[in-house]
């Protein structure tokens, strides 16, 4: 299954960190999960609606999304990109490694603004990344168990997740209408980029794989 990987990618902690993660989770998994990395596609373009139209082709078209949820305020973009999944019940495990407690919930433990928390078909899964570190890491510049750990706990939260029924409960022509219909509220051009015939695409790969029913 194809997982688009959202996260900050602004500087060389974040980039790398989200490139090690992804190789990881390929290795453990034994190449069953194929993460996307938006900064893979990005380079040094022109910062306009085409960057924008580009990564929300890649929410779209995945199977999965895997959103690093870290930091004091969660990244605006990787909000925007989970909103959007969820509009398309795309299942999505939101991976926060920062152990800093950063919410205002009363009653959900998800430590980030409540707006983000409670949609289906979606897995909180909590690594304090420091912790961890100090655990696994033997020597400096081994990451191996490192990243092994924390990729094992995403893939699990990944089975979890895509196992949840989809609420489109297995009607195609609602799902086209819902992805159509998101397509025409972006905007920007999006629709020639996402095109009836690329929905239907996207749309029978996922019915094969029973994330629609």
Known sequence: ???YHAGDLFDFKHLSGNLLLSQAIADVSRGRYRTLLPQANEGNKKRNANIRNGDLDMVMSCHLALLNFDGTDLDSGTVVEFMAAKMLDI???????DFR???DQAVSADPWNLMCS???RSRTLLVNALALYNETVASPGDL?????KIAERTI???DEVVARPSLFG???SRAEQVYSWFVKSCGSDFEHLMTPERIQTVLKEKAELGLLS
Do not use: I, Q
């Not at 299942?91 to 490694?97: H, I, K, Y």
């Not at 191996?144 to 092994?148: E, K, Q, R, T």
């Open 1 to 3: 299954m194809n997982v």
């Open 91 to 97: 299942p999505c495990v939101l991976l926060r490694t």
């Open 101 to 103: 407690n950063a919410g």
């Open 118 to 120: 409670g949609y289906p």
């Open 144 to 148: 191996s168990a490192y990243l092994h």
């Open 156 to 158: 699990e939260a990944m």
């Open 170 to 172: 297995g009607d195609l």
